[in-house]
């Protein structure tokens, strides 16, 4: 199997865990906004800023009737979808200009594309990489269309079933697309806890066939994605905003700044809490071993005298025989006087 790279990192487990700042809505049209907003992402440890190219033409059409009508408890009800995306949508002359100001940096910037003018736009800016959004997985023109540039794919899954995974890795795959992650990913804005199903993560990439797996991330707090780095996510996507009293579409889920902070610190916490599988001391515990048991002297014992149990116990320090060989000392004789307090050693043993 292909490695997941995108430019010359490699994603994967083993690896440090591919952290994306999404700003989505959170640039509130404000250009100068948008930079900070990179920059405080930058500050608090992330690897790549993910945008969102489209307008609302593209996804959608100016139309009040109902089915356009957002009232089903979301975040944005009282809104036409029009309405909703021409508030949301980030200018795209803005695209190449924060792409230069995330590389200069030192992070990864690309985008998610809705529709095949926003993927020829996002090639004259030479991404390094495409995000599929979890509602457009079922849309195989688009994921065709994204394939066929030959650049690595993350998907998100949220409301996607075992088959529409399927369809769309196939689909990916037939297109020419030789590396695809897949995000664990619950779309309610926000999403409780309950709801995220991590333990999918251990099963997907096996499941599916794909490079590497992880997760996007709609909680208001760090815990999932902790917990998805300790179940083999290898990519986070979370939210980022400077202010979620400033309001915005995509605010009410998203992380400020020292929280995004926070929760990139705990991943790289648990990032080496992992480890490795191991058995037996460490070289951070390995001078503990003093503190176990062994087999000692409780009274002097003199040459030849049987070794008992009122003169010989299992106590620590553990610089004698192991504890387990007692049975087998019971019975012996000295083979030297051994003074009260002695480790026994097997030169003590007749």
């Given at each position: 199997?292909?490695?997941?790279?995108?430019?010359?990192?490699?994603?994967?487990?083993?690896?440090?865990?591919?952290?994306?700042?999404?700003?989505?809505?959170?640039?509130?049209?404000?250009?100068?906004?948008?930079?900070?907003?990179?920059?405080?992402?930058?500050?608090?440890?992330?690897?790549?800023i993910k945008l969102q190219t489209y307008t609302a033409d593209t996804?959608?059409?100016?139309?009040?009737?109902?089915?356009?009508?957002?009232?089903?408890?979301?975040?944005?009800?009282?809104?036409?979808?029009?309405?909703?995306?021409?508030?949301?949508?980030?200018?795209?002359?803005?695209?190449?200009?924060?792409?230069?100001?995330?590389?200069?940096?030192?992070?990864?910037?690309?985008?998610?594309?809705?529709?095949?003018?926003?993927?020829?736009?996002?090639?004259?800016?030479?991404?390094?990489?495409?995000?599929?959004?979890?509602?457009?997985?079922?849309?195989?023109?688009?994921?065709?269309?994204?394939?066929?540039?030959?650049?690595?794919?993350?998907?998100?899954?949220?409301?996607?079933?075992?088959?529409?995974?399927?369809?769309?890795v196939a689909t990916l795959r037939k297109n020419g697309c030789q590396?695809?992650?897949?995000?664990?990913?619950?779309?309610?804005?926000?999403?409780?806890?309950?709801?995220?199903?991590?333990?999918?993560?251990?099963?997907?990439?096996?499941?599916?066939?794909?490079?590497?797996?992880?997760?996007?991330?709609?909680?208001?707090?760090?815990?999932?994605?902790?917990?998805?780095?300790?179940?083999?996510?290898?990519?986070?996507?979370?939210?980022?905003?400077?202010?979620?009293?400033?309001?915005?579409?995509?605010?009410?889920?998203?992380?400020?700044?020292?929280?995004?902070?926070?929760?990139?610190?705990?991943?790289?916490?648990?990032?080496?809490?992992?480890?490795?599988?191991?058995?037996?001391?460490?070289?951070?515990?390995?001078?503990?071993?003093?503190?176990?048991?062994?087999?000692?002297?409780?009274?002097?014992?003199?040459?030849?005298?049987?070794?008992?149990?009122?003169?010989?116990?299992?106590?620590?320090?553990?610089?004698?025989?192991?504890?387990?060989?007692?049975?087998?000392?019971?019975?012996?004789?000295?083979?030297?006087?051994?003074?009260?307090?002695?480790?026994?050693?097997?030169?003590?043993?007749?």
């Amino acid at each position: 199997m292909n490695q997941f790279r995108i430019h010359q990192r490699v994603i994967e487990s083993g690896q440090p865990t591919y952290v994306i700042a999404e700003i989505s809505a959170n640039h509130n049209q404000n250009f100068d906004n948008t930079v900070a907003l990179i920059e405080a992402a930058k500050h608090a440890g992330a690897d790549a800023i993910k945008l969102q190219t489209y307008t609302a033409d593209t996804l959608t059409i100016d139309c009040d009737r109902s089915h356009f009508q957002i009232s089903h408890g979301t975040a944005w009800d009282g809104q036409t979808l029009h309405q909703l995306y021409s508030q949301a949508a980030m200018p795209w002359d803005w695209q190449p200009k924060l792409k230069a100001i995330a590389e200069s940096l030192g992070m990864d910037l690309f985008s998610s594309p809705f529709d095949g003018s926003a993927v020829d736009f996002l090639e004259s800016m030479d991404v390094g990489a495409y995000k599929i959004a979890s509602f457009e997985i079922v849309d195989t023109g688009l994921l065709a269309k994204v394939a066929q540039t030959g650049k690595p794919v993350i998907v998100s899954t949220g409301l996607a079933t075992e088959e529409d995974i399927h369809i769309a890795v196939a689909t990916l795959r037939k297109n020419g697309c030789q590396q695809i992650c897949l995000l664990k990913c619950t779309s309610s804005y926000p999403a409780p806890p309950e709801s995220m199903n991590l333990k999918t993560i251990g099963v997907m990439q096996t499941a599916f066939d794909v490079e590497t797996v992880g997760l996007s991330d709609h909680t208001r707090c760090n815990h999932a994605a902790i917990a998805a780095v300790a179940l083999g996510a290898s990519v986070i996507e979370k939210h980022i905003t400077l202010d979620r009293s400033a309001g915005g579409p995509d605010s009410s889920f998203s992380l400020e700044p020292h929280e995004f902070a926070d929760m990139v610190t705990a991943v790289r916490t648990t990032e080496k809490a992992m480890g490795r599988v191991c058995f037996g001391p460490t070289e951070f515990d390995s001078a503990n071993l003093a503190f176990r048991r062994s087999l000692f002297a409780v009274k002097d014992i003199k040459s030849g005298e049987p070794f008992s149990a009122k003169n010989v116990r299992s106590i620590r320090p553990g610089q004698g025989i192991p504890p387990k060989h007692l049975p087998d000392l019971i019975n012996r004789r000295a083979a030297n006087e051994i003074p009260r307090g002695t480790p026994i050693s097997w030169l003590d043993v007749a």
